[in-house]
């Protein structure tokens, strides 16, 4: 059974905090992502990863950073939080180099910055 | 660019009605169409997908079809049941990506079905 996990359910930090937030997926796959999930806007592309140490920006990229140094696990960072970063992250994952393929995604984290 | 719309909701039925969901698109070339579930409390799942025009996707008596004449993607059930209440959301893979396939995502359509 496939498995994508997220550090949290639940953070709540103050503005300007520095903001970690986690994704691991047992599947081997080779391309992740971090979405955030607002009402409304659906979900957007914050960024996405192809491969260890490969990054690429979505379409929602400002006041974000990512790392992914080992295969199964990509992290975003928010570097300074603000509260327009209040909103619940959702990470996926997707084997293979075809846009068909099933993404599959964690429960998210919902984030308040207050 | 590329975008997708979905009918607004909150859309609320009672148990056995038929349900549409209305999703439109915008895209170049031969993208990739999707349908996401997402309920309560948990993250979003794959409930069907079609890649290709007049394929028709289904899952758990769920169907869509893909009509590239209209560009739509309508999802239908024909007998709801108050399990069903969740958010879906309707996709499209960006070919314009080369790695990673980006999905595009409507804004979700939240079902709450009545007993």
């Known amino acids: 059974d496939v498995k994508v996990t997220q550090s949290s359910r639940y953070l709540v930090k103050r503005t300007g905090e520095k903001v970690f937030l986690e994704c691991v997926q047992d599947?081997?796959?080779?391309?992740m992502f971090w979405y955030r999930q607002d009402p409304g806007l659906g979900l957007r592309l914050i960024y996405f990863?192809?491969?260890?140490?490969?990054?690429e920006k979505g379409d929602i990229p400002e006041g974000y950073s990512v790392s992914r140094e080992k295969k199964e696990r990509f992290s975003l960072i928010l570097e300074s939080a603000s509260t327009n970063q209040t909103s619940m992250y959702l990470c996926?994952?997707?084997?293979?180099?075809?846009?068909?393929?099933?993404?599959?995604f964690g429960p998210g984290t919902r984030l308040t910055v207050l | 660019g590329n975008s997708v719309t979905q009918m607004e909701g909150p859309v609320t039925l009672s148990e056995e009605a038929f349900l549409t969901i209305n999703c439109t698109y915008t895209a170049t070339g031969y993208p990739s169409l999707f349908w996401y579930v997402q309920y309560p409390g948990e993250g979003l799942q794959l409930l069907l997908k079609?890649?290709?025009?007049?394929d028709k996707g289904s899952n758990k008596g769920f169907e869509a079809t893909y009509r590239k004449e209209t560009t739509s993607f309508h999802l239908e059930k024909g007998s709801v049941q108050v399990s069903d209440s969740a958010v879906y959301f309707c996709a499209l893979s960006d070919l314009s990506y080369n790695q990673g396939g980006k999905l595009i995502f409507g804004q979700g359509t939240e079902l709450s079905v009545k007993p």
């Open positions: 996926a994952s997707r084997g293979g180099g075809k846009a068909t393929d099933t993404q599959y």
């Open positions: 079609a890649t290709k025009a007049d």
């Open positions: 990863s192809y491969d260890v140490k490969m990054k």
């Open positions: 599947m081997d796959h080779e391309n």
